[in-house]
Every structure is written in C-alpha cells, then in structure tokens.
C-alpha cells in the first residue's frame, strides 16, 4: 500500500530513479546509516554492487521490524565513497534496486565522502519510511 504522493512541479523533466520530493503520512520509521556487511558484520562482496545488495537487504529487514516495506521508504541518502565506482556500478545498482525494491523511487540524494567509519565499507544509506497509521 503507498502512503506516499511524488512531487513534480509541472514542467519539470521528471527524474530517473529517484523523486524530488515526496508527500507522506502515517508512522514514521528511521534506519541508521546501513552498510553493506553480514548478520555477522563482515563483508562478504568487496565491490561497490554487492555491498549495494546487501545493504538493501540489511535495510528491508530493519524497516520489516516495524511493519514497514520497500513500498514505505520515501528517503535515502547515499555516502559514497567513490563517485566514479557508484557511477560504473549503476546497471548492477539499477538491477538490485528493482529487484528489492521495485518501482518506488523516493526522494534521494547521493554524497561522494572520503571515507566511512567502517573501513571496509563503500557506501552507507540513511533510509526513512512512512507507514499508513
């Protein structure tokens, strides 16, 4: 069920793969900033794609703590610690994300940064949901 209205203000070119704003309410759910390690937090894929897939995953089962699904999410913010791998790895990203999440695009940003705290990692999201109340 979406709890969520796209904005696009009339004219506007509309995005690709994201939105540029996003209308919402009901109960609001909020990750940390997620990266892309193991239930045992270690990392298993050391390419920018795969911690990509299981960071998504890691994401959807925190937000399935609190009844909320890929169709909830209305926020991400991305750090990456490559623009130039983030870039190279869209086809792979693309494919995870429609795969895990379909086809909601909410409001997103991505942010190249000079590193993460965990060493190791190549990107980190920060992901909001809204839920029907």
Same mark, same amino acid.
């Given at each position: ?28 759910? =909020? ?11 270690? =990392? ?7 911690? =990509? ?51 909601? =695009? ?28």
């Amino acid at each position: 069920m979406t709890v969520h209205r796209t904005l696009l203000p009339p004219g506007w070119a509309r995005p690709k793969g994201y939105a540029n704003g996003i209308s919402a309410q009901g109960r609001m759910v =909020f990750t940390a900033g997620v990266v892309g390690w193991n239930s045992e937090e270690r =990392f298993v894929a050391k390419d920018l794609a795969g911690q =990509f897939r299981q960071l998504l995953a890691n994401t959807l089962a925190i937000l399935a703590e609190d009844g909320a699904g890929p169709e909830h999410i209305v926020r991400m913010t991305w750090y990456v610690t490559s623009r130039d791998d983030y870039v190279a790895s869209l086809p792979q990203i693309g494919e995870a994300y429609r795969e895990l999440i379909g086809r909601n =695009f909410p409001a997103m940003a991505v942010v190249e940064v000079s590193a993460l705290v965990e060493p190791e990692a190549l990107l980190e999201i920060e992901t909001i949901a809204v839920v029907p109340a």
